[in-house]
């Protein structure tokens, strides 16, 4: 099971990609647990996980908010593709900081995009995933660690 600092570095790393990357925080509600693959939405970032943990984690956002956040990176593409490459960026850049909090034991893929909500992405069946809500203007989107 995640320990809560290994939990906290997700969300550490989801606060400061807003901080930075935008210049506006994001409210972290309480992460939960549950049971299965907790539901996507309209673009999801996944990262596959090894080393001293197994498993994914995935960064998953609306279209709206999406390109809110292109506009305040003063981008005006909003096409499939660079909605893609953004929730890709999201995703790494968070596991890049958690990865600095768990050590260099945490090994993460390249970025895998998936489309649309309820958009398949495997986890380990019986495993319970970790649910950060994350909340940014009038936006909201989940960060999903699910490892072990």
Known sequence: MLQERELKTFVDGTTQYF????QQPASIG???LVSGVPATLDYTGVINIS???EGVVYFTAPRAMLTVLLMKMQENDFSHENMCDL????????????????GR??????????????A???????RRSFVIPINWRSHSAKLVVALK
Do not use: L, M, Q
């Not at 929730?87 to 768990?102: F, H, K, L, P, Q």
């Not at 090994?107 to 649309?116: D, E, I, L, M, T």
């Open 19 to 22: 901080e930075v990357a935008v």
């Open 30 to 32: 309480s992460p939960y």
């Open 51 to 53: 080393g001293k943990r």
């Open 87 to 102: 929730v890709s960026e999201v995703a790494n850049t968070i596991c890049s900081s958690a990865r600095r909090g768990c």
């Open 105 to 118: 034991d945490f090994v993460f893929s390249a970025p895998n995009v998936v489309h649309g909500e309820s």
């Open 120 to 126: 398949d992405v495997s986890v380990v069946p019986g």
